[in-house]
């Protein structure tokens, strides 16, 4: 882009003096984010145009969800250019951060699987393997979140602007994508084929973002389809203006639960639409060696919600290219492959087969055949029914979609060891047993760029400063710290960092929120969506456990902590917004406790978002990993806050099992029951909790307070916490596993007592973090699902 401080600077304020306009933070913003795109395209199209003339095999990444967070500084970091253009503007009286600021981050996932998608993008830039992500152009995103009375409210997030997007529009590239009609069987030169008759159409428009990998030199794309109205569509079954609004809504927004299967026509609409598009896309491009497209492209669908692909890609062979069924099957089975992201029963994807079959009837036809197929195959094997029962697609009117992905795919893999072994030992026993080589495990991982490199500059400074700056390239070399945890100025530097994390994360909740926290207390974080599984519940009960302690006993006087929450809710999860409420009101109540508040503070960050996370988790000295064991299917937070040299407290679950395996339990804070130990209560119905409380007095008195109302605003809210503990019989272990976790925090606070040998327990998590950089992750996936090959990009 330039080559020195004085080029950018000049080239930056000529162009700010070319607009002629007022200076303001708004003009700096729009024209950096000129320059930095300026670089970005010749980038892109060089990267484009190497693809082509190498023929190397291509990724598509199919993703409902793409988290990327914002872009901009992303972008910078990534070119190398973002200690330049801070310098320079510093030099000019601008604050880079404060450009950054401006960006409102596109909320285009809910999660962990959606925010997976984006660390997975970057890293396939950086590691210059060609590989491209296809998702949905939600204009109003995921909600924004506020707090009214301690409840959640909903908003849509408009992150769409009138310039200065991410994303360009490419008319050039829509397709259509049919709805309903009828299927008719018409007679072609070749034979029969099929044809919807009267669909109503709709038109896919994409839209591309670069993806800009380390050093600038590949950028891939993702690209996001938009729906609108298909000038196809001229005479439909139904009011123009009402097909004009059901259009429009197709991708208006994201579905704001990614923990509750919702059988909803618009979700299926928009899975369809994510699915043809991308493959209408996809086959354009390669038609001319169709039989070889196993050689030459690689599908991964994320979780269940693209399984249509696989029909999809049916259909386009067998009808629009007169393959026979056979060919169809043998190509589609070997180029598409699955990864599975949960074991939770609600979020497993099950559609009714009329919704299917009126929607997409053709589509439909495809899944009953794949279905009367591999019946017939298994059959012929002479499995027994309850087998078949399992191992049937469509099953009692009901397609399952797990089962669709993984007969349609040639490799399925879990998130984390344990998940996969839970996949391979329980919920999808049978299927591994039918096809023993197809699972696999890949351990999720994060991208050190983002979590690291960028959300934490000062740290990855140090860093540098010791082993020098190739971790950066090969992240599992962070191991060299290890020498570096007995070395005194180098653990003094690291706390000194972990400080100013605090005061920069305190500046900004005190800007966002007015919020005041004390910077010497120890930041314990937990973040993520709320869901049963992930026990905030089980948090703020320990914390009214402390509260009542300090209260009760005049000797107890702990180090003081500030507990921080953040989080959404799905707006129809009932559940989770009852914790929500009750975690704002334990926080109005312990923060004006005068004795309490000098040793407990509780934070509740408002609309937790990338953005949050970035100021959040450098931040941190602890982190809540706390899932009831065997439900996290993997989790990446904990890898976020790992790499940043925060300590875990949690549970032998998903990939926290791996990061106490690498970092070693002495460095950790374990505790809670395993997996085992769950599954084999929930199969036999065996846990109590009038047992524990009958048992143990501290806990009794805390439901007795619950009871009373103590703790929540409202009868209905104490109502519904003390109904989940105790008359539904607390699903998620909650009281089961709080005194072993209210131990492991008195742990914490003992080893917090020794903070020289904190900051060492620090660094070695720092030091046992690289493997989970998701470059490793990717390098995994190619080796041995995708057969990538790097093409060097040349610059
Ligand atoms: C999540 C899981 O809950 C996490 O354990 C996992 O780390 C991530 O996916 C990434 O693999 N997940 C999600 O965010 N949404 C789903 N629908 C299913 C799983």
């Known amino acids: 882009m330039f080559s020195s401080k004085e080029e950018f600077k000049k080239t930056f304020t000529d162009r700010i003096e070319s607009k002629g306009t007022e200076k303001s933070l708004e003009l700096a913003h729009e024209i950096l984010w000129e320059m930095t795109n300026d670089w970005i395209q010749e980038s892109w199209k060089r990267t484009n145009q190497l693809y082509e003339e190498n023929h ?91 707090f009214v009375n301690g409840n959640q409210t909903e908003q849509p997030t408009n992150w769409i602007k009138d310039k200065n997007n991410v994303d360009t529009r490419r008319e050039d590239l829509a397709v259509d994508i049919p709805y309903y009609g009828e299927v008719q069987l018409v007679m072609g030169l070749d034979g029969m084929r099929t044809k919807i008759e009267n669909p109503e159409w709709v038109k896919a428009v994409p839209y591309d973002i670069p993806i800009v990998g380390a050093n600038g030199g590949t950028v891939n794309t993702l690209r996001l389809w938009q729906a609108e109205v298909s000038n196809r569509s001229s005479s439909v079954g139904k009011e123009y203006a009402v097909y004009e609004r059901e259009t429009a809504h197709i991708t208006d927004r994201l579905y704001p639960d990614d923990s509750l299967e919702t059988g909803k026509i618009l979700r299926l609409k928009q899975q369809y639409l994510l699915c043809s598009a991308s493959l209408q896309n996809i086959i354009s491009n390669h038609k001319s060696s169709l039989e070889k497209l196993p ?4 599908i991964q669908i994320n979780d269940t919600h693209p399984a249509l692909a696989v029909p999809e890609l049916m259909r386009i062979l067998i009808d629009d290219f007169s393959w026979d069924w056979e060919r169809a099957w043998d190509v589609t089975t070997r180029t598409i492959s699955y990864t599975n992201h949960t074991i939770l029963e609600e979020a497993m994807e099950k559609w009714d087969s009329h919704l299917i079959q009126s929607l997409l009837p053709r589509i439909f036809l495809i899944i009953e055949e794949i279905d009367r197929r591999f019946k017939e195959s298994l059959q012929n094997q002479g499995k027994d029914d309850e087998t078949l029962r399992k191992l049937s697609i469509i099953e009692d009117g009901v397609i399952k979609m797990a089962v ?57 400074g140090l860093v540098t400063e010791a082993i020098g700056s190739q971790w950066m390239k090969e992240p599992e070399r962070l191991s060299e710290l290890h020498y570096f945890s007995q070395n005194q100025s180098f653990l003094q530097n690291f706390q000194e960092i972990k400080s100013l994390k605090k005061e920069q994360l305190i500046h900004h909740l005190q800007r966002d929120q007015n919020i005041i926290v004390d910077p010497s207390s120890i930041f314990d974080i937990h973040i993520k969506r709320f869901h049963g599984y992930k026990r905030q519940l089980m948090n703020i009960l320990h914390i009214q456990m402390l509260y009542d302690r300090i209260k009760r006993d005049s000797t107890y006087r702990p180090y003081p902590r500030t507990f921080f929450f953040g989080g959404k809710a799905a707006p129809s999860y009932h559940f989770a917004k009852q914790v929500i409420k009750m975690i704002n009101t334990v926080a109005t109540k312990v923060n004006n406790d005068p004795l309490a508040r000098q040793h407990l503070h509780i934070v509740f960050v408002e609309n937790y978002n990338v953005t949050q996370a970035e100021y959040l988790i450098p931040a941190a000295d602890v982190s809540e990993q706390i899932s009831t064991a065997s439900k996290e299917a993997s989790g990446t937070g904990n890898m976020k806050f790992m790499m940043n040299g925060a300590l875990t407290i949690g549970t032998f679950d998903g990939a926290n099992v791996e990061i106490f395996e690498q970092v070693g339990q002495e460095n950790a804070f374990v ?66 596993d709080l005194q072993s976790y209210a131990k492991a925090h008195e742990k914490i606070l003992d080893a917090y007592e020794n903070p020289i040998k904190w900051a060492e327990m620090g660094v070695e998590n720092i030091a046992a973090s690289g493997i989970f950089s998701s470059d490793r992750t990717i390098q995994q996936y190619s080796d041995d699902v995708w057969h990538l090959t790097k093409v060097p990009s040349i610059y």
Not at 295 to 298: D, Q
Request: net charge negative; hydrophobic share 35%.
């Open 671 to 736: 505790f809670g029951m395993r997996a085992e130990q769950v599954m084999d209560y929930e199969k036999n119905h065996s846990y109590n909790p009038k047992e524990i409380i009958e048992s143990d007095v501290e806990i009794e008195k805390l439901m007795e307070e619950l009871v009373k109302g103590d703790w929540t605003e409202g009868k209905a809210n104490a109502d519904f916490i003390v109904g989940q503990l105790l008359h539904e019989g607390d699903p998620y272990f909650v009281l089961k």
């Open 295 to 298: 050689e030459s492209i690689a």
């Open 56 to 146: 190397e095999k291509q990724l598509y990444y199919i993703s409902i969800e793409f988290l990327i967070g914002r872009v901009l500084g992303q972008n910078l970091i990534n070119l190398n250019f973002y200690n330049l253009v801070k310098e320079g503007l510093d030099e000019l009286g601008i604050e880079l951060s404060e450009i950054e600021e401006l960006e409102i981050e596109p909320g285009l996932g809910n999660g962990g699987l959606g925010r997976l998608a984006a660390c997975f993008m970057d890293s396939l830039a950086s590691l210059e393997l060609p590989g491209h992500g296809y998702g949905l152009r939600y204009r109003g995103g995921l909600f924004t979140q506020h």
């Open 404 to 460: 669709l992905a993984v007969v349609g795919s040639y490799r399925v893999n879990g998130v984390a060891k344990l998940h996969t072994e839970i996949l391979k030992k329980r919920e999808m026993k049978e299927l591994n047993e039918q096809f023993p080589n197809k699972f696999h495990n890949k351990t999720n991982g994060i991208t050190h760029r983002r979590w690291l490199i960028k959300a934490n500059q000062e740290l990855s």
